[in-house]
């Protein structure tokens, strides 16, 4: 006899398990497989979806899968070819460090929302940032909800799950004062990447960006840099372009004078002309790409050579270069809306938010420009 719920005879190969839950069956090649659903109509679809992937052999077992396997499966066949390659590999840096060992070898089905609560907690006391596990917990979570998807989990754990609040505040974005910035770039005058120090400067451009430059992308009619990549190294591939970090990162920043000075001085810096062959305009000695590692180095030496004298200067990344050009910009009176627009900021709630610590020193002055209204 049919199952029967609110008077209504259920489909062939589906009944109700309990308050929250339908199993869906289907028989194939003489044997039964079952698959679970919360509603009726989702069990429906399950069943169509499930017949499908039975007669076209790409059904997978639920219980078959390690979250280690299914990552992996996950990355493989539902982000390869929709994601930046940057971004895949930030998933794969932040699963090997953070993921791998707590959850790599348990079956999927296994972990609960408390358990990923746990893994939160835990997460917090290892001093780990509130934005780096946003990150962990938007490609776990997409990944489960992918698996609930192929019917291989009935529930995304991390549906019963709450983000721990931020505890610490952030720290403020460092930015060289007029002085350090000038103190570097006089003991940076012997370095091979003067010219890239100046042009960040100047530009605010990113890392990736400004290392993945072509001599092409220097607009000389319209006197724009067209920034339309990123420099990323990927393990066991090496270096390669990817798309800009999104998509108002693509952009033109407008060419200053002494901007394209530092260019034409840095496309005649090697033996080579990287305008005539596909090189980076900015590289090493023999035309290779500049890697991140590379770049912090060559920093950290004329931080180095800046202690030698004698005086103090505080350690520093490349992102620095990036906020004190977004900082002198504030300090001159750039509106937000254009310096949002040349760091390739998404929205400009997100500029200044990054750079509202400048705001201080300029209300007072700001102020004085209604004075006479009253």
């Not at 103090?312 to 050009?325: A, E, L, N, W």
Request: proline content about 3%; glycine content about 4%; hydrophobic content about 35%.
């Amino acid at each position: 006899m049919a199952a029967v719920i609110k008077g209504k005879k259920l489909p062939t190969g589906i009944r109700k398990k309990n308050t929250n839950s339908f199993e869906i069956r289907v028989k194939h090649d003489g044997k039964t497989y079952y698959e679970y659903a919360p509603t009726l109509t989702e069990a429906k679809k399950k069943r169509v979806d499930l017949k499908y992937r039975l007669a076209h052999g790409t059904y997978i077992k639920p219980t078959s899968y390690t979250f280690d396997e299914w990552f992996n499966f996950w990355i493989e066949n539902y982000k390869m070819n929709s994601v930046k390659i940057g971004t895949i590999q930030t998933y794969r840096n932040y699963y090997n460090s953070c993921v791998k060992e707590r959850f790599g070898n348990v079956k999927l089905d296994k972990i609960k929302g408390a358990d990923i609560q746990a893994f939160y907690n835990d997460l917090v006391k290892s001093n780990h940032k509130l934005a780096t596990i946003k990150v962990i917990k938007a490609f776990m979570s997409n990944a489960f909800k992918q698996a609930v998807k192929d019917g291989i989990i009935v529930r995304n754990p991390f549906d019963a799950t709450n983000l721990p609040r931020n505890t610490k505040p952030e720290k403020e974005r460092k930015a060289l004062t007029r002085e350090q910035q000038s103190l570097f770039m006089e003991y940076a005058k012997d370095s091979y990447l003067y010219n890239l120090f100046a042009v960040m400067l100047r530009t605010g451009m990113r890392s990736g960006e400004i290392r993945g430059l072509r001599w092409s992308d220097i607009d000389r009619k319209e006197n724009v840099i067209h920034i339309t990549r990123t420099l990323k190294y990927i393990n066991g591939q090496g270096f390669m372009d990817d798309t800009a970090k999104t998509k108002t990162s693509v952009r033109d920043v407008p060419l200053m004078a002494d901007t394209m000075n530092y260019l034409e001085n840095q496309k005649n810096y090697w033996s080579f002309k990287v305008e005539k062959i596909d090189r980076y305009l900015f590289c090493t000695v023999d035309g290779n790409p500049i890697s991140v590692q590379m770049l912090q180095t060559e920093i950290d030496n004329v931080v180095g050579k800046i202690h030698e004298a004698g005086q103090d200067f505080p350690r520093i990344t490349s992102h620095v270069f990036r906020h004190t050009f977004a900082t002198r910009a504030i300090e001159a009176g750039m509106k937000p809306q254009v310096l949002k627009t040349i760091l390739g900021h998404s929205s400009l709630a997100m500029t200044m938010d990054l750079y509202s610590h400048v705001l201080p020193d300029t209300k007072a002055e700001e102020m004085q420009k209604i004075a006479s209204i009253f």
